[in-house]
C-alpha cells in the first residue's frame, strides 16, 4: 500500500511542484545548485510526506487542490508538505532577492 501512495505523491504533487519549482528559478537565473537544493530537499522529504498521506489524506488532497487550481504558490505548497525544505526555499528566495 505504501508503494502505491508513493506513486501516487510522487506523480500529483512531487514531481509537479519540483518542476514548477526548477521552472520558475530557471527564469529568474537562479544558480542551477540551489534550484537542485529545493529539488533535493522534496525527493528527501518523500518518505514523511509518504507517511502523512497515509495518516491523512484529507490534508493531502487539499495540498493538490491548493497546487493543482494555483491557490497556493509551489514553493508555499512544498513548504507546507515538507517543512523541513523551508531553509533550502528560503536560500532561494534570497538569491533572487524576492518571492519564488
Not at 5 to 17: M, N, T, W
Not at 36 to 61: F, H, L, M, Q, Y
Not at 64 to 88: K, N
Amino acid at each position: 500500500m505504501d508503494s502505491i501512495i508513493a506513486a501516487l505523491v510522487s506523480l500529483l504533487i512531487l514531481d509537479p511542484i519540483q518542476g514548477a519549482i526548477t521552472s520558475q528559478l530557471s527564469a529568474l537565473g537562479i544558480p542551477r545548485d540551489s534550484a537542485d537544493k529545493v529539488a533535493a530537499c522534496a525527493r528527501t522529504a518523500t518518505p514523511a510526506i509518504v507517511s502523512r498521506v497515509g495518516e491523512n489524506p484529507g490534508w493531502a488532497v487539499v495540498q493538490v487542490v491548493r497546487f493543482w487550481t494555483g491557490t497556493a504558490s509551489p514553493d508555499v505548497v512544498l513548504v507546507e508538505i515538507a517543512p523541513q525544505c523551508a531553509g533550502a526555499v528560503e536560500t532561494a528566495k534570497r538569491v533572487i532577492g524576492r518571492s519564488v
